[in-house]
């Protein structure tokens, strides 16, 4: 039988089909209409209907989100703290927990509803997390000042590391490489990053987002690109 890995981003699908390990299938879908939602709920309802799937995963990396220390049990406050970094739709959202505890912390997210619903009708083994924690999932950290970067198509997470401790997390939804650069640099000032001390590593859409890598290295003495989606290996859906 066959496994689905569905990711979502804020305009975007993106999906895996797998067998044992090896990707027959994956495809990326970007929705530039006025109401993109319903691009993207049209374009899962095509891949929901595909036959022989026995599992589904889910990723969303869309940027409705909080971070919060492990254990912390006020779930009922979820869309209160969501509401700090974007706005919330309570009605169209489903509240989910993705938790690492690894790193001692948690992530509060929401989910379109619809998507949710969508899935869910569809009676097979599922699971849903959030890419922040997937992404925290799988990186090895150093002692030194380390700045993680997940590139998509229009948007980018990244972690921020001073001795082995988390100092922050963000997603951002931006339209130009330029506006990547700029938060990136921004956040380094704001929380006592040196240009020259700091290490970064990057993943994901490297090569659609070159001319940020490229400007990054202006600036920075210590890059390194560790994963490439190159086809049928995108970053999120294939970590292990």
């Not at 948690?106 to 992404?135: A, H, L, V």
């Not at 082995?164 to 506006?179: I, P, R």
Request: hydrophobic fraction near 40%; include cysteine; proline fraction near 2%.
């Amino acid at each position: 039988m066959q496994k689905l890995a569905l990711l979502f981003t804020k305009d975007g699908l993106q999906y895996q089909i797998s067998k044992n390990k090896t990707v027959l299938e994956e495809h990326s879908f970007f929705a530039d209409e006025e109401s993109p939602e319903e691009a993207i709920s049209g374009k899962l309802k095509e891949i929901l209907a595909q036959k022989n799937i026995s599992e589904i995963t889910t990723f969303s990396a869309i940027n409705h989100f909080m971070v919060m220390p492990q254990g912390f049990s006020e779930h009922g406050l979820g869309y209160d703290l969501i509401a700090f970094n974007a706005p919330v739709d309570r009605e169209n959202e489903e509240l989910m927990l993705a938790v690492n505890k690894k790193s001692g912390v948690q992530f509060y997210y929401t989910f379109p509803k619809k998507y949710y619903g969508q899935i869910k009708e569809q009676k097979i083994p599922t699971k849903f997390n959030f890419s922040g924690e997937k992404f925290l999932s799988t990186l090895n950290i150093r002692n030194q000042k380390e700045i993680h970067i997940n590139l998509y198509h229009h948007q980018c997470e990244f972690f921020a590391f001073d001795q082995k401790k988390m100092v922050l997390y963000n997603n951002l939804d931006v339209n130009s490489e330029v506006d990547f650069l700029y938060f990136i640099m921004f956040t380094l000032s704001k929380i006592g990053f040196g240009i020259n001390e700091t290490h970064f590593f990057v993943y994901g859409e490297t090569t659609e987002n070159e001319t940020f890598i490229t400007e990054l290295r202006k600036f920075v003495k210590h890059l390194k690109i560790v994963f490439d989606n190159i086809p049928k290996r995108n970053f999120v859906m294939n970590a292990g």
